[in-house]
Structures are given as C-alpha cells and as structure tokens.
C-alpha cells in the first residue's frame, strides 16, 4: 500500500496512536453484549495486524469505503497506511463516540455528509443499504469484525460489487478460524457474487484470525 507516509513513517504513526489509547480513559458504550470493540488499543492492534498482513495483496488502493465501521478503528487506520477512507455506520451513538474518541487521541477524523474522500478519514451516519451511489466507484470494501447480519444480507455483497472499481477487491475480517470460513463461504446462505475469486487468509495469534479477500472479475 502506498500512500503519504513511507512504511517506517506509518509504524510510528500507529505506535503513537496506540501509546496515546493507553494514556486516555475511554467510557465507550454499545447496546450489543459482545464488548470488543470498547477497547479502542486491542482493536487497533487487532486490524494494524490484520492490514500488514494482506499489505502485498491489496494492490494499490487510494479510496476504501469501511461498512459498519463502528467507532472507527478502521477507518482511520486505512487513512494512516496512505488510502483514502470514509466509513459508513448507521447507528448514531457509535458515531459521536468515535468522533469524540480520536479527537481526544488527537486524530482529526471529521463527519461529512456524502460519501467524500478528500475529507479522508471521515464517517458517514447512513444505512449501507438505502444509500445511493450514482457512479460513485472505490477500490476496496471492507467489513472488519463481521456482523452476521451483514454478510448473509443478499443485497450487502451485490452492493459491494457494484461500487467497486475495475479489480477492486473486498476485505472481510472475523474471528472464527479459517475452516469455519472457508465452511461459510461455501454454504448456500453465503450470497458471493457471481465471478469473484476467493483467498482465506490466516492471521495467527491475533482477535482476527481469518481474512478473507474477495478479489471481482475484471471489466
């Protein structure tokens, strides 16, 4: 991945962001039990660790929309490694949180109302599903942490397709290992548009153990 920073610039960025968690007290809050995503250090190690490792199968993306990005972890971790990123996330409360989270860690992500990259790293309150496109075209999708509800939605990967550029490519990051993957992408309630190539990737000793990447047909 390329981007504004060199490699040995983007470690020390991360590094400092992830001193400056531990520093902070954080009170996030969710309404869902699994509690995770409340510890803003672990996850960014977690994803940091995700990204290096598909790094050299990504191509060279310059724009990333991030689905259901939660408090933002991830998008503004795709912004430090040099692409472009906006995240979508429907539930308002999360929203304010993470806004309010990396302003205090000094990180300036910002709310905008469209999708608009030049505002990189931003978030935007919207239901994926209702959004409307036009010919908007990005070069990565990803879901990190999946939601089951989600990624068995017929319409969340027909959408995807659609939004993605010529050899755009899919990020997919969960916590199950990679037989209960690979035993998902294979049943018939996995909706995988038609045409796209799949690569399971295992990430050992990390919260995310399976990446799996879905890489479109050219066209």
Same mark, same amino acid.
């Given at each position: 991945m390329r981007g504004l920073f060199n490699q040995k610039q983007q470690d020390e960025r991360i590094e400092e962001l992830l001193e400056k968690t531990v520093k902070i007290k954080t009170n996030l809050f969710q309404e869902t039990k699994d509690k995770e995503q409340l510890n803003p250090q672990k996850r960014l190690v977690s994803i940091n660790n995700v990204l290096n490792a598909v790094k050299g199968k990504l191509g060279r993306p310059k724009t990333a929309i991030n689905i259901g990005s939660g408090f933002a972890y991830e998008t503004v971790l795709l912004h430090i490694k040099g692409i472009k990123a906006v995240g979508i996330e429907k539930v308002h409360l999360k929203n304010?949180?993470?806004?309010?989270?990396?302003?205090?860690?000094?990180?300036?992500? @910002?709310?905008?109302?469209?999708?608009?990259?030049?505002?990189?790293?931003?978030?935007?309150?919207?239901?994926?599903?209702?959004?409307?496109?036009?010919?908007?075209?990005?070069?990565? /999708?990803?879901?990190?942490?999946?939601?089951?509800?989600? /990624?068995? =939605? $017929?319409?969340?990967?027909?959408?995807?397709?659609?939004?993605?550029?010529?050899?755009?490519?899919?990020?997919?990051?969960?916590? @199950?290992?990679?037989?209960?993957?690979?035993?998902?992408? !294979?049943?018939? !309630?996995? $909706?995988? $548009?038609?045409?796209?190539?799949?690569?399971?990737?295992?990430?050992?000793? =990390?919260?995310?153990?399976?990446? @799996?990447?879905?890489?479109?047909?050219?066209?």
């Open positions: 304010i949180q993470a806004l309010t989270l990396f302003h205090r860690l000094e990180i300036l992500l @910002v709310q905008t109302e469209e999708l608009d990259f030049s505002k990189s790293p931003a978030i935007l309150e919207a239901d994926f599903h209702k959004m409307r496109f036009d010919k908007q075209k990005v070069d990565l /999708i990803t879901m990190f942490y999946l939601s089951k509800e989600l /990624i068995m =939605n $017929p319409e969340t990967l027909r959408r995807c397709e659609k939004l993605l550029k010529k050899n755009g490519k899919i990020l997919l990051s969960t916590e @199950v290992n990679s037989k209960v993957a690979r035993q998902i992408l !294979n049943s018939k !309630n996995f $909706p995988l $548009p038609k045409g796209f190539s799949v690569e399971i990737i295992k990430i050992p000793r =990390n919260f995310e153990k399976t990446v @799996v990447i879905l890489k479109g047909r050219s066209r």
